[in-house]
Every structure is written in C-alpha cells, then in structure tokens.
C-alpha cells in the first residue's frame, strides 16, 4: 500500500526566513498530495494542494512542488512569521481510484520572533 | 456550519473499561472517516465510510475497535475493553460528495483518550 515518508520531523526557524518541509511516497498511481496545518489543540487543516498534472502551485507565502520522477514532494513557506507555528502534515491519494489519504508522520515548525 | 463535532474533548478511563466516541460531521458530507493520532505513528486511517456504509476498515486495530454511521449525522467509534496502548487523539473528519475528486477532509477538533 502507499507509504509516505515527512522530513524533517521538526523544525525551527526565524522569523521571516523560509521553511521547507519534504516528503516521498511510494505508489507511482498517487495523483493528489495535501498539505494540512495543525495547531495546537485543534484539527488539521487543509492550506494547500497539487495534483500530479501540475509540477509547482503557489498561495500567497505558501508554495507545494512535486517531482513525480522521483516521487517527492515539498512545502515552502516564505517570509515565515510566529503565527506559521504548527505541525504540518503531507499527504498522498489516488484520486479516482481509491478514498484513502495516506498521512506523513508530521513536522513540528517553530518560527521563533 | 459549526463544522464537525466531537465528543468528549477528553477521557481518562481505566483499563478495561469501554470507550465511546462520538462524532457529527458537516451536514451534507457523504464522507466519515476515524483518524487516530500518537507521537509514533501519526495520522492513522482507521476507518472510513460513505453514505452510513463502512467502506475500509482495514485500518482498525483489532476487534476492540467498532465503529457505526446509523445516519447521516452520527458516527461513533468504541473499544472495548480499552487498554493503556490505545491512549491517543482520535480524529472524526468529513468530507463532500465528490470526496474523490476534490480530496479535502474536514476535520473535528479530536477526542484526547488516557487509558490508565
């Protein structure tokens, strides 16, 4: 089944540097990859996504990039700022095909003022 | 919409004691599915339904674990006999018709479980 792998696990930077966050999956049939925001105490949240048609997508200070060769995938955050604080989870699925959305095991980002 | 509903926010029980779980999701989402959450292993799909039907349960741990969509708007998961391993944030999500083709979850704010 499909595996996704997150790195770095945690992460700490300061404020207004970027952040960038990596993660690989497994199945070649994965065509959806989401990346969710959780904070403290809450759910997590959707904040971006990339299907395998398109190789880069940017939201204001948030940009997700995917290489389907090589099967990885990546989050930058720009111009972090304290309120970025949060573990971020990737994510892969096969749309069309399957329901499933196969979580990374999270990366806890800090972005110290 | 309040978005999806959870409770309890937080338990602590006793080993060997049962669990319940409950959640409302968005009305109007065809998608249920049951997330649990630990340090080790993150985000975990235990279960998942559509349209009260449980599609993919291959996830539940074991046979303690069941869960049940008797309509639209209420779900829940139970262990029973709960034990300290099973200690965790679960996730209660939703999602739209069209889940497989938009993929967004929409998440409830979890149930903390402290098995003692």
């Known amino acids: 089944g499909e595996n996704v792998e997150q790195h770095p696990s945690t992460l700490s930077v300061q404020e207004g540097d970027s952040a960038v966050i990596k993660c690989t999956y497994s199945?070649?049939?994965?065509?959806?990859f989401p990346w969710y925001k959780q904070e403290l105490g809450k759910g997590p949240q959707l904040i971006i996504d990339i299907r395998s048609n398109v190789g880069e997508k940017k939201d204001q200070r948030i940009a997700v990039t995917l290489n389907k060769t090589a099967k990885h995938f990546s989050l930058h955050i720009t111009e972090t700022q304290p309120e970025d604080s949060a573990v971020y989870f990737c994510a892969a699925s096969i749309l069309y095909n399957t329901d499933k959305l196969i979580f990374g095991t999270g990366t806890r980002l800090q972005v110290f003022p | 919409d309040a978005g999806v509903i959870q409770s309890p926010r937080h338990e602590v029980t006793e080993m060997g004691q049962e669990v319940t779980l409950r959640c409302k999701p968005i009305s109007g989402h065809d998608y249920l599915f049951w997330y649990r959450q630990t340090m080790m292993r993150g985000l975990e799909l235990l279960i998942y339904f559509n349209n009260n039907v449980p599609i993919d349960d291959s996830g539940m741990p074991e046979d303690r674990f069941s869960a049940k969509m008797p309509n639209a708007s209420f779900s829940t998961l139970k262990i029973q006999p709960s034990e300290p391993r099973d200690s965790a944030v679960y996730f209660c999500?939703?999602?739209?018709?069209?889940?497989?083709?938009?993929?967004?979850?929409?998440f409830g704010e979890g149930s903390r479980l402290t098995v003692l």
């Open positions: 999500a939703s999602s739209p018709r069209g889940y497989a083709n938009t993929g967004e979850l929409f």
């Open positions: 199945d070649s049939a994965s065509n959806y």
